[in-house]
């Protein structure tokens, strides 16, 4: 085979190889990966994933986490390698070990997971709104808490009593025990029409309940999903979104003002954009934030002010800079 061959075979290989729809992520990402037309849990391939997630999650391959915010392991448990398994579809194939389909907490570990896409929100009914596939040979507990996603979420949890303890934003919502379980937003606060509650995260507890031993010690999260969700606007991508008619509302940059082409002292709220070099002769003080910014770029920065450390997110997860 000659050289000109080799080349072009190699181009068609990879096509063959990355352009498929048959994973956690091609299958919960809303774009057709394998050009039949079919997107995310409507193609066939998508719904041979084990545990029949997209048949659950009503065929809605965007209701499922699609980021990974943050991820502690347990005290003194080893942390899983690849946390990422917890995002997109579940896909957990059956075979021993992570593979790295799920995500291990280790006993008393936990894991944030975000919705970019979309907002998990309250159906105003008995109806599950929520599902944790929460896997393994050990029916392992754990707790939920919820990130709102506005303020008028917020202060309808704090007007009923749900509560933030440790002030990082995300208020409890009790306990679920093990394997795949639901939450019903609506039996914990009630009375809100369907779709008025809105949250754009959940923090998942393992319950302790054991030792660090074994290979997936604690709850092991292959995936969550949003059974009751609404589309979210996202930025500068021209395309609405959430279907309200309008393309990037509320995703105006605001810019410092300039005098004879030097900045004048400026306090900018909301997104600016620099294009050039930043010289700071003094100090730069962020204000501390109680969790991770959702849909972060690589090579966003911020410090947490519950972790006390500055964060950088690299693609993949937040990376702590010491």
């Given amino acids: 085979m000659n050289k000109g061959m080799l080349f072009i075979f190699a181009i068609f290989f990879s096509m063959q190889v990355y352009s498929q729809e048959n994973n956690a992520i091609t299958c919960s990402d809303g774009i057709d990966n394998d050009g039949d037309g079919l997107i995310d849990c409507q193609d066939s391939e998508c719904d041979l994933l084990s545990d029949g997630g997209c048949t659950i999650c009503l065929e ?15 005290p003194g448990c080893t ?7 917890a995002i997109g579809v579940n896909d957990v194939d059956g075979t021993s070990g992570d593979n790295p389909e799920f995500v291990f907490l280790g006993e008393g570990g936990s894991i944030r997971l975000g919705f970019t896409n979309n907002l998990l929100t309250n159906s105003g009914d008995s109806d599950a709104d929520l599902w944790v ?23 309808a949890l704090q007007q009923v009593g ?7 934003g995300y208020y409890e919502f009790g306990g679920i025990s093990g394997s795949t379980s639901s939450l019903d937003i609506d039996a914990i606060i009630q009375g809100y029409a369907p779709g008025v509650l ?14 660090c031993s074994g290979n997936t010690p604690g709850a092991d999260i292959d995936a969550v999903c949003a059974l009751q969700s609404i589309a979210q606007e996202l930025c500068f991508n021209n395309i609405d979104d ?16 300039f005098d004879n082409g030097l900045p004048t002292n400026a306090e900018v709220e909301g997104n600016a954009c620099i294009n050039g ?8 003080q962020l204000t501390p934030l109680n969790a991770p910014p959702l849909s972060p770029k690589v090579g ?18 937040w990376k702590n800079c010491w």
């Fill in 277 to 284: 070099t930043i010289s700071v002769s003094e100090a730069v």
């Fill in 198 to 211: 809105r949250f754009d995260a959940v923090e998942i507890i393992d319950v302790p309940s054991g030792s």
């Fill in 242 to 257: 959430d279907g309200d008619g309008l393309i990037d509302e509320g995703c105006e940059f605001t810019y410092c003002e």
């Fill in 79 to 85: 942390p899983d390698p690849d946390p990422s398994g």
């Fill in 300 to 317: 966003t920065m911020y410090f947490d002010g519950v972790l006390s450390k500055l964060r950088v997110w690299d693609g993949n997860e």
């Fill in 133 to 155: 596939f929460e896997v393994g040979n050990d029916v392992e507990s754990s707790q939920l808490e919820l990130k709102p996603s506005d303020l008028f979420t917020q202060s």
């Fill in 162 to 168: 749900i509560p933030d303890s440790d002030g990082d």
């Fill in 60 to 74: 809605n391959g965007l209701s499922f986490a699609d980021v990974l915010i943050e991820y502690i392991p347990g």
